[in-house]
């Protein structure tokens, strides 16, 4: 009999029905080893020895491996194929070794990136040793990990600084921490736009000001209503001609999205599915274990030939030739790291969509199968027209732009939220020659503001931690999970990462002590390192060694500041957010108020204390909180509502409202909470456009026609013979008629 050990129950049932006779699988779930929680399991003086133990639970799940081991003629270590999956590997046959158990017992170690029969089988008859790379990278990982956690985190604790430091968790709070600065001690500028409704061919269009009295204008060139009310007076009465004096047309076409890599996966079930990195990862590794998608932890964008001849087969009968290229479309895999998986996230069969599944697991799988198939179609074309229009003064031109799609291409079948962001743009402009006469019937001036950066969803922080260089594919689910976990960051409704005061702290301590330990390029550096081990090009103690000794030394220089210094620099990094209005006078005796430090978390408390006791709890409604909120009365509210595609709902002086940072939208009759992306959208396109009314049919009753509009003061309605009914689309004749019938009786 031959016994092959995977990580997951779920997946041992899997194979085991592919192996069929002579064959045992069994699940070690998960790793089964761990550092001894205690000081001294690195030993840094003795060439950073490790000591090792069962992990608390696994006793059970050890018995059972080396008991279905004493009947097995061979032993097939089948663990992921990645870092953490080889360290597996190796921890089993280390214990196994210890227990003397592999006397006459082959030991293989074997990897399969889909869990299909001709996968496993293949993987099977082409086994191999366990990566000592690999796994040295794993211990160096580790280790590192471990020395952080015992260094730095007892310093955090004997000051009520915070609950934990690790390598990585703790540049996602300082990006977090950083970008609230950035966004509190933002100053909006003011700007002004000047568009015009023009008529050509009997077709009404908008231009954007180009170019005024010689010079070109920029998104900042108009910066107040002076300037703009004096280019409206040189331009002259709003009722003029104006002539084309430029036409651009050219065919331009969008290439499909790579297939997904585990980041990019993580990105688009956010934006897509409004899924955590958590529970992507939970729905993707059920996928692969049911034998439905490739290995999920992988950051190649590569597919193999097999799964290219598949998809373009797939194509070909489905959407025709028109959609397949002449050749494969190739996807480049920028990633140096060579311990992942060698191939994108796809499903592993390619005839429809899977059935029977629901859920979580339903939706992510319906976006890899997508995303695949649309990665080896063509490209989706279109048509671009771009028109500039001098006015009859010749003062000012105004710049139209014109696009539509051609031809669908990759867009059949998938598209992401930039293409649908694009494809909401898409206008079409009448037909125009040079020389052509336009009618120029009205000019709107639009008052803009500068807007601070936006805070980071979990989507677009796991991008930026990407392209920093810093985490990789099996470790962004857990940086997410863990920076809320500890309270160091909250989401809110938005999904939108704030600090919490906790975050706050830890971030300004470790900015001043641990600098190397926050710094991006020195935890992307490390990264590097980690990749290095991986590859052979750099031996496991070299790198312990320079990453150990700039570490020691900060822990020991951070051991003897005093707590009063400590809190003079944490007082220092948050003033701005402690005290918007510089006000950190002490209410009750004048003195200089400042944050202070307790086993309950951090609180706002004057410098007199004991003889003043006044303190401040820092919260959602606290002291720093308020003057916040009312510095941003007289600015741009950067904790405006993001709907997506850049568009965002605020509530303004003048009442609530839609932007895409170019126009702005009255929306009266919504809140934060009943407004949605495609009520925004639907606002913006139809901005000052007058809706016409929809005949929906005649009211047998009164024999009078019932009209739908679509926009009026409070939303979309419908009315007939003097009776309005508010709706939110527009219904069938049945049901008009009892709404309009069931308000004429309450009148």
Same mark, same amino acid.
């Given at each position: 009999?031959?016994?092959?050990?995977?990580?997951?129950?779920?997946?041992?049932?899997?194979?085991?029905?592919?192996?069929?006779?002579?064959?045992?699988?069994?699940?070690?779930?998960?790793?089964?080893?761990?550092?001894?929680?205690?000081?001294?399991?690195?030993?840094?003086?003795?060439?950073?020895?490790?000591?090792?133990?069962?992990?608390?639970?696994?006793?059970?799940?050890?018995?059972?491996?080396?008991?279905?081991?004493?009947?097995? @003629?061979?032993?097939?270590?089948?663990?992921?194929?990645?870092?953490?999956?080889?360290?597996?590997?190796? #921890?089993?046959?280390?214990?196994?070794?210890?227990?003397?158990?592999?006397?006459?017992?082959?030991?293989?170690?074997?990897?399969?990136? +889909?869990?299909?029969?001709?996968?496993?089988?293949?993987?099977?008859?082409?086994?191999?040793?366990?990566?000592?790379?690999?796994?040295?990278?794993?211990?160096?990982?580790?280790?590192?990990?471990?020395?952080?956690?015992?260094?730095?985190?007892?310093?955090?604790?004997?000051?009520?600084?915070?609950?934990?430091?690790?390598?990585?968790?703790?540049?996602?709070?300082?990006?977090?921490?950083?970008?609230?600065?950035?966004?509190?001690?933002?100053?909006?500028? +003011?700007?002004?736009?000047?568009?015009?409704?023009?008529?050509?061919?009997?077709?009404?269009?908008?231009?954007?000001?180009?170019?005024?009295?010689?010079?070109?204008?920029?998104?900042?060139?108009?910066?107040?209503?002076?300037?703009?009310?004096?280019?409206?007076?040189?331009?002259?009465?709003?009722?003029?001609?104006?002539?084309?004096?430029?036409?651009?047309?050219?065919?331009?076409?969008?290439?499909?999205?790579?297939?997904?890599?585990?980041?990019?996966?993580?990105?688009?079930?956010?934006?897509?599915?409004?899924?955590?990195?958590?529970?992507?990862?939970?729905?993707?590794?059920?996928?692969?274990?049911?034998?439905?998608?490739?290995?999920?932890?992988?950051?190649?964008?590569?597919?193999?030939?097999?799964?290219?001849?598949?998809?373009?087969?797939?194509?070909?009968?489905?959407?025709?030739?028109?959609?397949?290229?002449?050749?494969?479309?190739?996807?480049?895999?920028?990633?140096?790291?060579?311990?992942?998986? #060698?191939?994108?996230?796809?499903?592993?069969?390619?005839?429809?969509? *899977?059935?029977?599944?629901?859920?979580?697991?339903?939706?992510?799988?319906?976006?890899?199968?997508?995303?695949?198939?649309?990665?080896?179609?063509?490209? *989706?074309?279109?048509?671009?027209?771009?028109?500039?229009? !001098?006015?009859?003064?010749?003062?000012?031109?105004? /710049?139209?732009?014109?696009?539509?799609?051609?031809?669908?291409?990759?867009?059949?079948?998938?598209?992401?939220?930039?293409?649908?962001?694009? @494809?909401?743009?898409?206008?079409?402009?009448?037909?125009?020659?040079?020389?052509?006469?336009?009618?120029?019937?009205?000019?709107?001036?639009?008052?803009?503001?500068?807007?601070?950066?936006?805070?980071?969803?979990?989507?677009?922080?796991?991008?930026?931690?990407? +392209?920093?260089?810093?985490?990789?594919?099996?470790?962004?689910?857990?940086?997410?999970?863990?920076?809320?976990?500890?309270?160091?960051?909250?989401?809110?409704?938005?999904?939108?990462?704030?600090?919490?005061?906790?975050?706050?702290?830890?971030?300004?301590?470790?900015?001043?002590?641990?600098? @190397?330990?926050?710094?991006?390029?020195?935890?992307?550096?490390? !990264?590097?390192?980690?990749?290095?081990?991986?590859?052979?090009?750099? @031996?496991?103690?070299?790198?312990?060694?320079?990453?150990?000794?700039?570490?020691?030394?900060?822990?020991?220089?951070?051991?003897?500041?005093?707590?009063?210094?400590?809190?003079?620099?944490?007082?220092?990094?948050? /003033?701005?957010?402690?005290?918007?209005?510089?006000?950190?006078?002490?209410?009750?005796?004048?003195?200089?108020?400042?944050?202070?430090?307790?086993?309950?978390?951090?609180?706002?408390?004057?410098?007199?204390?004991?003889?003043?006791?006044?303190?401040?709890?820092?919260?959602?409604?606290?002291?720093? *909180?308020?003057?916040?909120?009312?510095?941003?009365?007289?600015?741009?509210?950067?904790?405006?509502?993001?709907?997506?595609?850049?568009?965002?709902?605020?509530?303004?002086?003048?009442?609530?409202?839609?932007?895409?940072?170019?126009?702005?939208?009255?929306?009266?009759?919504?809140?934060?909470?009943?407004?949605?992306? !495609?009520?925004?959208?639907?606002?913006?396109?139809?901005?000052?456009?007058?809706?016409?009314?929809?005949?929906?049919?005649?009211?047998?009753?009164?024999?009078?026609?019932?009209?739908?509009?679509?926009?009026?003061?409070?939303?979309?309605?419908?009315?007939?013979?003097?009776?309005?009914?508010?709706?939110?689309?527009?219904?069938?004749?049945?049901?008009?008629?009892?709404?309009?019938?069931?308000?004429?009786?309450?009148?």
């Amino acid at each position: 009999m031959n016994l092959l050990i995977v990580e997951s129950p779920s997946k041992a049932k899997t194979i085991e029905k592919y192996l069929g006779a002579g064959w045992r699988v069994i699940a070690s779930v998960g790793h089964v080893r761990d550092l001894v929680p205690e000081n001294g399991s690195v030993d840094t003086e003795n060439k950073f020895k490790m000591k090792w133990q069962i992990m608390p639970g696994k006793e059970k799940q050890i018995k059972l491996i080396t008991d279905e081991l004493k009947k097995a @003629d061979a032993v097939y270590l089948a663990s992921d194929p990645d870092r953490e999956g080889e360290a597996i590997a190796w #921890h089993l046959l280390d214990i196994l070794k210890a227990k003397k158990l592999l006397k006459d017992k082959t030991v293989y170690r074997v990897a399969f990136h +889909e869990i299909t029969k001709k996968a496993v089988q293949a993987a099977i008859e082409t086994p191999r040793e366990i990566d000592k790379n690999l796994v040295d990278a794993y211990l160096v990982r580790r280790a590192l990990d471990y020395l952080i956690g015992f260094g730095i985190s007892p310093l955090l604790w004997r000051r009520n600084l915070g609950k934990s430091a690790g390598r990585v968790q703790s540049v996602a709070v300082k990006l977090v921490v950083d970008r609230e600065k950035e966004i509190e001690e933002f100053k909006p500028v +003011e700007y002004w736009s000047l568009e015009s409704v023009c008529t050509a061919e009997n077709t009404e269009f908008k231009a954007m000001l180009s170019k005024f009295d010689g010079q070109k204008q920029e998104k900042l060139s108009i910066q107040n209503q002076e300037q703009v009310d004096n280019i409206l007076d040189k331009i002259g009465t709003p009722v003029l001609n104006a002539t084309v004096v430029n036409i651009d047309k050219k065919k331009t076409n969008r290439k499909p999205a790579a297939p997904f890599t585990t980041s990019t996966l993580q990105q688009e079930a956010s934006r897509k599915l409004y899924f955590s990195s958590k529970r992507t990862m939970s729905a993707a590794q059920h996928l692969y274990e049911q034998g439905l998608i490739t290995y999920m932890r992988t950051d190649a964008t590569n597919l193999n030939a097999d799964a290219v001849a598949e998809i373009r087969n797939f194509i070909a009968r489905e959407y025709g030739n028109d959609f397949l290229p002449q050749n494969p479309n190739v996807y480049a895999t920028k990633s140096k790291n060579a311990q992942e998986a #060698h191939e994108a996230i796809r499903p592993t069969h390619f005839d429809a969509p *899977a059935k029977n599944l629901s859920g979580d697991e339903a939706k992510l799988y319906e976006l890899i199968w997508k995303r695949t198939i649309a990665c080896q179609m063509k490209n *989706a074309e279109f048509d671009s027209v771009a028109a500039d229009i !001098e006015t009859e003064n010749k003062i000012a031109v105004f /710049h139209a732009v014109g696009s539509t799609r051609t031809f669908d291409g990759f867009m059949k079948v998938y598209t992401e939220d930039k293409d649908d962001e694009e @494809d909401k743009k898409d206008t079409k402009l009448p037909p125009m020659n040079v020389g052509d006469v336009i009618k120029i019937t009205e000019l709107i001036p639009e008052q803009h503001f500068t807007q601070a950066p936006p805070r980071y969803t979990e989507a677009s922080l796991v991008k930026k931690l990407e +392209e920093l260089g810093i985490g990789r594919p099996s470790t962004y689910a857990t940086i997410m999970s863990t920076i809320v976990d500890r309270e160091y960051v909250e989401q809110d409704k938005q999904r939108r990462f704030h600090p919490t005061n906790g975050g706050w702290v830890i971030a300004s301590y470790l900015n001043k002590y641990f600098t @190397d330990l926050v710094d991006v390029n020195f935890t992307a550096k490390t !990264e590097d390192t980690l990749d290095d081990v991986s590859n052979g090009k750099q @031996d496991k103690l070299t790198a312990l060694e320079n990453f150990w000794r700039p570490t020691n030394e900060m822990i020991d220089g951070a051991r003897g500041i005093k707590t009063s210094d400590i809190i003079d620099e944490i007082n220092d990094f948050m /003033h701005k957010h402690l005290f918007a209005d510089d006000n950190d006078k002490c209410p009750d005796c004048g003195a200089k108020l400042g944050i202070k430090l307790s086993k309950f978390g951090p609180f706002i408390g004057c410098e007199n204390y004991p003889n003043c006791k006044y303190t401040k709890q820092l919260g959602k409604v606290d002291a720093a *909180a308020q003057a916040q909120a009312a510095a941003a009365e007289t600015r741009v509210k950067s904790d405006a509502v993001e709907l997506g595609d850049g568009i965002e709902f605020r509530v303004g002086k003048f009442g609530p409202y839609v932007t895409d940072g170019g126009k702005n939208v009255a929306a009266k009759q919504y809140t934060a909470e009943t407004i949605t992306l !495609e009520i925004a959208r639907e606002l913006l396109a139809n901005a000052g456009k007058k809706a016409e009314p929809i005949k929906i049919g005649e009211n047998p009753q009164t024999k009078k026609m019932i009209f739908f509009y679509p926009s009026g003061k409070f939303g979309a309605y419908i009315s007939s013979n003097r009776v309005n009914v508010s709706v939110k689309s527009q219904p069938d004749l049945e049901t008009a008629i009892k709404l309009i019938n069931n308000k004429a009786q309450k009148k």
